[in-house]
């Protein structure tokens, strides 16, 4: 095994920070990198990139919310020298042009593709955790959870797979090289039905609200959440009543050997936490 370190960008964010201690526990040298972390990185910011790259094998690389940059930073690796690029999109991007969604994933896919390094693109749809983390998580401690997802389907995956899949491909050089794996659980479901999944476990009243994709980007905004990003998250939800992400793959069957967890895995794992307790 190679002792030069495997660098992870978004090192405190939610695939990185559960990649981080994967990779530590195979044994591999690890670069922790993001804006506040010990190793300094940030987008906007090259001046940094360098030293972050330095004497790299492989990196893990979550896009900016913009395009453009990605571009940049993988002429920076190829320059030095790192051998090993495996990127973080999302499912079925090829399918979002003209959706308002995802110009910055779609950048970096090509950036990472036209990389003189062995790349990997990973393409996980949404994640269970977006229950339990961030936007959802304050509305079901509120008991309803208000959606413009429509009664269309999502195979929804549980981020410990994709961090699983995410150190295997970045442990096994010549192994998945020029890959692209989408990333789902194991069925479809509603948000509807996910949420009457966690009121069961929980024993809670939540219930799950139907809304325009105006008013949620407007809930968004009053929680606080930058103009633009309220703005994709909802373009995203307009792809899932299309249809466009309903379906199910065998990706993670593909690296990892083994079926994805499922919903009520996790679900029971965060209630046992305390995740969703008031």
Known sequence: MTTRPTLVLGATGKTGRRIVPRLRLRGVPVRAASRTGGVPFDWYDPTGWDAALADVEAAYV??????????????????????????????????WAGSGFGDDMRDAEDAVRASSSEWTVLRPTNFFQNFSEEAHLAPLLAGDLALPAGTLTDPMVDIDD?????????????????????????????????????????????????VSAEDYAASLAAQGFDDDVARAVTAMYALIERGVLAATTDGVREVLGRAPRTFEDYVVREAAAGTWRR
């Open 62 to 95: 979550v896009a900016p919310t913009t395009p453009g940059p990605v571009g940049t930073f993988v002429d920076r690796a190829g320059a030095a020298g790192v051998r090993r690029l495996v990127l973080l999109s999302g499912r079925g991007a090829d399918d």
């Open 162 to 210: 994709v961090a699983d899949v995410a150190t295997r491909v970045l442990t096994e050089p010549g192994a998945h090289g020029g890959r692209t794996y989408e990333l789902t659980g194991p069925r479809l479901q509603t948000f509807r039905e996910a949420v009457a999944v966690i009121a069961r476990a929980t024993d809670r009243a939540i219930t799950y609200s139907e």
